[in-house]
């Protein structure tokens, strides 16, 4: 008996080896695919609306999502200045992944005279990158946060290594980062920028463009139907692109033993420098909330610290 017992484990587990030596290799890889969305006109040329998956922005125009999960995200596509959507007519998509396989999805927009700011003209920084820009109401402003490295002069704007760096004790605060010195958050949400740096009379922003003023954003709010009701706008139908490029911590906080600046809220939250300051070490910003546990219509009037990292957004002259 007992030896019939052993024969017939011997013979499951060799069964169960067998079985498991059949299994593709594909079906033991990562349960992951690439997710490729682009944005673009009724003559399939690309253009810069805003594009989110299952609620997190990842950029404008296009973006590649590599190691997605398999399954099903919900895709949106955002509003854009001077279009109107033609497909998927709701702007919000479901789409399936498949495990090792590419999933490609375009979002469809043609020219509208209704709703939203007007294109301005294109402008290029002293590196080279080019921003495209809104006019909304008596105002034109950059859609992009700024990547500039450098001054209008072109001295060199300094930065950190590593970008976690503890600096709010030094002499000097002029500084800017991609978030967490990765650069292809720059890339996308542009880099952040010490107020010290941000208001520098050598000028961030390319010539005939500046660091708007507390007034200037004031201005842009109220044209868009009050702090109350703008940042909704500010994100989506206004044109304006408002992109959450997160803020970098500059008071210090002790992480792994050692005192460090630390970046947060990348995708999440947004919060701009204005050019007016509210004492020699502070200044007034606007700050929009992502999540939905806040209120997403609200724009937030604050002043911080100018050691704090936030993003710029220049206004034109």
Known sequence: MKKSIWKVLILTLSFGLFASALVPCSALAAETGTLVLTTQDTSKQ??????????ALKGTGKVTVVKITAGTHEVKFGDLAGYSIVSPRSGKKNVTVKAGKKTSV???YKKSSSGGGVAG???????G?????VVIGAQTWMKENLKVTRYRNGD????TTPADLQVSAWTSLKYQWAYNGNESNAAVY???YTGYAAADSRGVCPAGWHLPTDAEWTTLTDYLGGSSVAGGKMKESSGFTALPGGWRNGRGSYRHGRLVDTFDAIGRY?????????HTTNAWTRMLYYDSYYDYNDVHRESHGKSIGFSVRCVGD
Do not use: F
Request: net charge negative; glycine share 10%.
């Open 46 to 55: 690309q253009v810069a609306a805003s594009i989110s998956v299952d609620g």
């Open 129 to 133: 990158n080019v921003y495209n820009s």
């Open 156 to 159: 060199a704007i300094g930065t």
């Open 270 to 278: 947004g919060e701009w420098w204005s050019a007016t300051e509210y």
């Open 121 to 127: 003209p294109q402008v290029t920084d002293i590196d």
């Open 190 to 192: 542009g880099r952040l």
């Open 106 to 108: 375009a979002a469809t």
